[in-house]
């Protein structure tokens, strides 16, 4: 059984999860299908990435419990806003064919269309009503937080970000620790680009006996951070689950966050949009 982290809100967070941005002809079915047989109780997937259909579809075909199951879906910027909000939560949960969304993330803050504050406020009433179990958001800076801290008073439980070698995130994830919110990392891979074959973490691999990813992996695990590898390979995601067998040690960590140079795609959240 894959770990727990608990959240603020007391529910179990599954220590890696799935992420779900679909390769071009992917059968999103079939790859979270796999992911369930393998082990994966946590799964990534959001209004924009259009693969809410086949996370909904494998999620119910499966023998697993919907219980044990954790989906996460996002609010694109295109339904930020108090009844905005609402209507993605409405959309979603008809792509997905489920009851609840267990874990509902703000995509991007957006801070110039200057409405996350309200789709916070949306979200918090959502969780009373019972349409979504826990709360929380992506991309959101130190500022972005205590902003809704401040004008809400209801903290998110998770902040899902960019997280890999490249771009640690010391200082978000120190505020993170601080304030009860667990770091997501997003691309935590990397994307499987060439950052797998640096020596840090290649020296690594070769010293546990295990693949450069079962290492960047276990250095996210390390740093108190769940990520979220995407792969649509059976054997790429069970191994991207097995990362609870080995440790790093400490200067192999720090070997490992000293490959930092910063974002890979030149999302700062302060400025990017997506909608
Ligand atoms: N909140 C946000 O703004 C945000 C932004 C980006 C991503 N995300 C979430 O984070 C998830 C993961 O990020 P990502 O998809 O950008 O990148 P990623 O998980 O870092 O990398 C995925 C790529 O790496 C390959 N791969 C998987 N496991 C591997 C391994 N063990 N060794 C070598 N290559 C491996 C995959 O190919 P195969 O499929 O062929 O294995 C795929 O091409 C997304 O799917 C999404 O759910 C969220
Ligand atoms: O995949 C997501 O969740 C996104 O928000 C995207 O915008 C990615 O950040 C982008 O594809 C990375 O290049």
Not at 15 to 31: F, Q, S
Not at 128 to 154: M, P, Y
Request: charged share 25%; glycine share 8%; proline share 5%.
């Amino acid at each position: 059984m894959t770990p727990t982290f608990t959240l603020a809100d007391g529910t179990p967070l599954p220590a890696v999860g799935l992420g779900t941005v679909k390769a071009h002809g992917e059968d999103m079915t079939a790859t979270v299908g796999s992911a369930l047989d393998a082990g994966y109780r946590l799964i990534d997937t959001a209004l924009r990435y259009e693969t809410e259909g086949g996370v909904g579809d494998a999620v119910r075909a499966s023998s697993v419990s919907r219980d044990d199951i954790l989906v996460t879906t996002k609010i694109p910027g295109r339904h930020h806003g108090y009844d905005e909000a609402k209507e993605s939560v409405r959309l979603s949960l008809a792509n997905l064919g489920l009851e609840q969304i267990d874990l509902l993330l703000i995509h991007w803050p957006l801070p110039k269309v200057d409405k996350y504050v309200d789709t916070w406020r949306s979200m918090i009433d959502m969780q009373k009503d019972g349409l979504v179990k826990s709360i929380g958001v992506s991309n959101f800076t130190e500022a972005h937080l205590d902003r809704i801290a401040q004008e809400t008073g209801v903290l998110p439980v998770v902040n899902q970000v960019e997280l890999h070698p490249y771009f640690p995130q010391a200082d978000l994830r120190a505020y993170h620790a601080e304030h009860g919110i667990v770091t997501e990392s997003w691309s935590p891979l990397g994307r499987g680009s060439e950052l797998l074959k640096l020596a840090p973490i290649a020296d690594a691999a070769a010293a546990h006996d295990v693949s450069a990813g079962q290492v960047v992996l276990r250095w996210h695990h390390q740093l108190g951070a769940v990520p979220l590898p995407k792969s649509s390979n059976p054997d790429r995601q069970r191994q991207n689950l097995d990362i609870f067998g080995f440790e790093l040690t400490d200067a192999e960590v720090s070997a490992i966050s000293s490959l930092e140079r910063g974002r890979i795609w030149d999302q700062d959240p302060d400025t990017y949009e997506e909608f």
